[in-house]
Nanobody, 124 residues
Framework: QFVQSGGGLVQPGESLRLSCTAS????????MGWFRQAPGKEREGFSCISSSADNTYYTDSVKGRFTISRDNAKNTVYLQMDNLKPEDTGTYFC???????????????????WGQGSQVTVSS
């Protein structure tokens, strides 16, 4: 299970940080990903972090603006989002990968459990 927090309404150029706290499994054994779904669009994976945080991955759409991190002592994965744009609007989901590394990380089929979603709205 996951508890997500940190969404909200911000203006373009502002920042938000999402948190996702896990329970019920050994968090430190698994890579973690972030997905988002915009209205009328499919869910897309845009970031992943390996179990030990040695490796992080981003799609071009968020690279340089978003930062994924994790604290295994707190069973929590974070997403720092800077310089937000209106096209970043959507529902954001954390997810636990099947493995400790980010194999096929953009595919939702590689993840076994999901957070409840956090709404992020970027609008002036």
């Amino acid at each position: 299970q996951f508890v997500q927090s940190g969404g909200g309404l911000v203006q373009p150029g502002e920042s938000l940080r999402l948190s996702c706290t896990a329970s019920g499994f050994t968090f430190e054994y698994y890579a973690m990903g972030w997905f988002r779904q915009a209205p009328g669009k499919e869910r897309e994976g845009f970031s992943c972090i390996s179990s030990s945080a040695d490796n992080t991955y981003y799609t071009d759409s968020v690279k340089g603006r978003f930062t994924i991190s994790r604290d295994n002592a707190k069973n929590t994965v974070y997403l720092q989002m800077d310089n937000l744009k209106p096209e970043d609007t959507g529902t954001y989901f954390c997810a636990a990968h099947r493995y400790y590394y980010c194999s096929g990380w953009t595919a939702s089929s590689m993840y076994d459990s999901w957070g409840q979603g956090s709404q992020v709205t970027v609008s002036s």
